[in-house]
Protein backbone atom coordinates (compact mmCIF):
# COMPACT_ATOMS: atom_id res chain seq x y z
CA UNK A 1 0.00 0.00 0.00
CA UNK A 2 1.10 3.38 -1.09
CA UNK A 3 0.14 5.99 0.80
CA UNK A 4 -0.19 9.79 -0.91
CA UNK A 5 -0.76 13.12 0.62
CA UNK A 6 -0.67 16.38 -1.63
CA UNK A 7 -0.64 19.86 -0.77
CA UNK A 8 -0.22 23.24 -2.04
CA UNK A 9 -3.72 23.85 -3.19
CA UNK A 10 -5.30 27.26 -2.72
CA UNK A 11 -6.62 30.35 -4.24
CA UNK A 12 -4.96 32.59 -6.48
CA UNK A 13 -6.01 35.40 -9.13
CA UNK A 14 -5.58 34.70 -12.98
CA UNK A 15 -2.37 34.91 -14.10
CA UNK A 16 -0.93 33.26 -10.39
CA UNK A 17 1.14 30.52 -9.71
CA UNK A 18 0.78 27.44 -7.87
CA UNK A 19 3.28 24.81 -6.82
CA UNK A 20 1.22 21.30 -6.21
CA UNK A 21 3.12 18.40 -3.94
CA UNK A 22 2.69 15.06 -3.75
CA UNK A 23 4.86 13.22 -1.40
CA UNK A 24 4.38 9.49 -1.17
CA UNK A 25 5.19 6.63 1.03
CA UNK A 26 7.30 4.74 -1.46
CA UNK A 27 10.59 5.55 -3.54
CA UNK A 28 8.60 7.38 -6.74
CA UNK A 29 12.03 6.54 -8.40
CA UNK A 30 11.12 4.61 -12.01
CA UNK A 31 7.19 5.01 -11.03
CA UNK A 32 5.03 6.54 -13.38
CA UNK A 33 3.22 9.50 -11.66
CA UNK A 34 0.14 11.26 -12.89
CA UNK A 35 -2.07 14.56 -12.07
CA UNK A 36 -5.18 14.68 -12.61
CA UNK A 37 -8.27 16.78 -11.50
CA UNK A 38 -11.75 17.28 -11.49
CA UNK A 39 -13.49 20.08 -12.02
CA UNK A 40 -17.19 20.23 -9.95
CA UNK A 41 -19.60 18.68 -11.58
CA UNK A 42 -17.22 16.91 -13.91
CA UNK A 43 -15.45 13.75 -14.48
CA UNK A 44 -12.10 13.26 -13.60
CA UNK A 45 -9.58 14.72 -16.06
CA UNK A 46 -5.95 13.58 -16.81
CA UNK A 47 -3.82 16.49 -16.68
CA UNK A 48 0.12 15.63 -16.75
CA UNK A 49 2.27 12.17 -16.43
CA UNK A 50 6.10 11.80 -15.96
CA UNK A 51 7.24 8.28 -16.99
CA UNK A 52 9.18 5.76 -15.35
CA UNK A 53 11.88 7.26 -17.46
CA UNK A 54 11.53 10.60 -17.27
CA UNK A 55 9.90 11.75 -19.67
CA UNK A 56 6.86 14.54 -19.23
CA UNK A 57 3.48 14.29 -21.23
CA UNK A 58 0.91 16.86 -20.80
CA UNK A 59 -2.68 17.63 -21.45
CA UNK A 60 -3.91 20.13 -24.37
CA UNK A 61 -5.37 22.31 -21.62
CA UNK A 62 -2.29 22.85 -19.49
CA UNK A 63 0.46 22.05 -21.98
CA UNK A 64 3.04 24.92 -22.17
CA UNK A 65 1.95 26.36 -18.43
CA UNK A 66 2.33 23.45 -16.02
CA UNK A 67 5.28 21.55 -15.63
CA UNK A 68 5.31 18.17 -13.61
CA UNK A 69 8.89 16.53 -12.15
CA UNK A 70 9.83 14.70 -9.19
CA UNK A 71 12.35 14.64 -6.69
CA UNK A 72 13.57 10.96 -5.62
CA UNK A 73 15.13 11.91 -2.45
CA UNK A 74 11.88 13.77 -1.01
CA UNK A 75 9.51 10.63 -2.83
CA UNK A 76 8.07 13.71 -3.79
CA UNK A 77 5.92 14.96 -6.93
CA UNK A 78 5.55 18.52 -8.47
CA UNK A 79 3.13 20.10 -10.35
CA UNK A 80 4.31 23.85 -11.22
CA UNK A 81 1.37 25.96 -12.25
CA UNK A 82 1.60 28.72 -14.07
CA UNK A 83 -0.47 31.19 -15.95
CA UNK A 84 -3.60 29.57 -14.29
CA UNK A 85 -7.02 30.79 -15.36
CA UNK A 86 -10.25 29.99 -13.92
CA UNK A 87 -10.79 27.10 -16.06
CA UNK A 88 -8.03 25.22 -13.79
CA UNK A 89 -10.63 25.57 -10.86
CA UNK A 90 -10.87 21.74 -9.47
CA UNK A 91 -9.64 19.06 -7.06
CA UNK A 92 -6.38 18.21 -7.88
CA UNK A 93 -5.17 14.11 -7.67
CA UNK A 94 -2.16 12.48 -7.72
CA UNK A 95 -1.43 8.94 -8.56
CA UNK A 96 1.02 6.57 -8.49
CA UNK A 97 1.89 3.95 -10.86
CA UNK A 98 -1.84 3.69 -11.81
CA UNK A 99 -2.66 2.16 -8.72
CA UNK A 100 -2.78 4.96 -5.97
CA UNK A 101 -4.59 7.75 -5.27
CA UNK A 102 -4.06 10.60 -2.85
CA UNK A 103 -6.91 12.47 -1.04
CA UNK A 104 -6.86 15.61 -3.44
CA UNK A 105 -6.03 19.45 -3.30
CA UNK A 106 -8.49 22.28 -4.00
CA UNK A 107 -7.15 24.73 -6.42
CA UNK A 108 -9.24 28.00 -7.24
CA UNK A 109 -8.30 30.52 -9.59
CA UNK A 110 -10.66 33.58 -9.13
CA UNK A 111 -10.84 37.15 -9.29
Known amino acids: QVQLVESGGGTVQPGGSLRLSCAAS???????MDWYRQAPGKEREWVAR???????IYGDSVKDRFIISKDKTKNTLYLQMNSLKPEDTAVYYCNFAGAYWGQGTQVTVTS
Open 50 to 56: ITSGGST
Open 26 to 32: SSVFGIR
